[in-house]
C-alpha cells in the first residue's frame, strides 16, 4: 500500500499540478522551512463569491514539501474560504498517505503553513497582490 502512495507522491513531484505562479492574486503568502531553507509559495484567486477560482503554488524542495502542495492546491480548488480554512494537518497526512517522522512531518506542513497565512492575509511577498 505505502508504494502506491509513494508513486503519487513522485508524481506530484516530478508533475506538479497548478505550479507557478498568478498575476494578480487576491491572496498570496510564502513562507520556508527553517531547518532547510526549503521555500513554498501559494497564490489564490477568490472570486466575489469567496471561492477559490485559481490557485498556484511556486518554490524548491525537497518530495513531501513539493509533493504536499502540489496535492493541497487540488484540494483547495474551487473550495469557499471557510473550506479552505477548514483543511488541518490531517488532510495533508491522509492524502500524503505514508508514515511520516517528525522531521518530514515539517515537509508535509510547510504547505499548509502558506495557505492558512494566504487565507488569513497574512503580509506576503508578492509585489502585486492587491
Ligand atoms: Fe526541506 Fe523537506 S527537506 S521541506
Redesign the pocket.
Known sequence: MDDLYREIILDHYRNPRNKGTLEHPTHTFQDD?P????RIRIDLKVNGAGVIEQVRFDGE??A??QASASMLTEMVLGKSLEEAKALGKQDILDALGIPLGP??I??AL?SLKVLKGALYGLPGVAEDDE
Open positions: 522551512n531547518l532547510c531553507g526549503d524542495g525537497c513531501i514539501s522531521v518530514r515539517k515537509c510547510l
